[in-house]
Nanobody, 124 residues
């Protein structure tokens, strides 16, 4: 199976930045689409951003467009999420996920493996 290991979460002030990383192992990374999801306390898990296996096509949640940037380095089997201009409403546990397709999906049910989650807290 695929293993995903996330890192980079933490506590930041509003307006600050974080860079999340997700390292994949156990299968070919370059042939799979990746996504980031987040779940705030008491809320449903939501799609944040996805990236195709090639890295050319991306799809962002409207509320993070212009602030978050996803990228991947297939040579390192790693996907990144750069988060700028963070807001308190971005506070959530962020999860990295991978699916057995090179195309993006916003539906969590279509992803095959998940990381453990890394918490992000944005203070006012």
């Amino acid at each position: 199976q695929v293993q995903l290991v996330e890192s980079g979460g933490g506590l930041v002030q509003a307006g600050g930045s974080l860079r999340l990383s997700c390292a994949a192992s156990g299968r070919t990374f370059s042939s799979a689409a990746m996504g980031w999801f987040r779940q705030a306390p008491g809320k449903e898990r939501e799609f944040v951003v996805g990236i195709t296996w090639s890295g050319i096509t991306t799809d962002y949640l409207d509320s993070v467009k212009g602030r978050f940037t996803i990228s991947r380095d297939n040579a390192k089997n790693t996907v990144y999420l750069r988060m700028n201009h963070l807001k308190p409403e971005d506070t959530a546990v962020y999860y990295c996920a991978i699916r057995g397709s090179r195309w993006i999906s916003p539906h969590s049910s279509e992803y095959d493996s998940w990381g453990q989650g890394t918490p992000v807290t944005v203070s006012s």
